[in-house]
Nanobody
Framework: QVQLVESGGGSVQTGSSLKLSCAASGGTFSNYNIGWFRQRPGKERDFVARIFWDSGSTYLTDSVKGRFTISRDNADNTVSLQMNSLKPEDTAVYYC????????????????WGQGTQVTVSS
């Protein structure tokens, strides 16, 4: 069973950058679709970005395109979310998760989740 641990969250000002990392233990990311999601207070968990480990193909939700980048590091077996030009509306708990379903952004198809990391962006 894959266990996921996120890191890299924090409190920053508008326009700043943060890099989140998702590390896997108990297995590798091979053959997985790895997604980043976020959950704002009182809201549902929303899709942010995903990467298919084997090919490196990525997809990001429109609201973060041009600001966020998702990437993988084969050597460290980690997936990162580079977040630039952060806005207050990016404030949320960010989760990484994995799915065997290729090209899905639906959180219902993601089987294993990390514990989340808080990102707070102040104006």
């Amino acid at each position: 069973q894959v266990q996921l641990v996120e890191s890299g969250g924090g409190s920053v000002q508008t326009g700043s950058s943060l890099k989140l990392s998702c590390a896997a233990s108990g297995g590798t990311f091979s053959n997985y679709n790895i997604g980043w999601f976020r959950q704002r207070p009182g809201k549902e968990r929303d899709f942010v970005a995903r990467i298919f480990w084997d090919s490196g193909s990525t997809y990001l939700t429109d609201s973060v395109k041009g600001r966020f980048t998702i990437s993988r590091d084969n050597a460290d077996n980690t997936v990162s979310l580079q977040m630039n030009s952060l806005k207050p509306e990016d404030t949320a708990v960010y989760y990484c998760a994995v799915s065997r379903v290729t090209w899905t952004s639906d959180p219902r198809f993601f089987n294993y989740w990390g514990q989340g990391t808080q990102v707070t962006v102040s104006s």
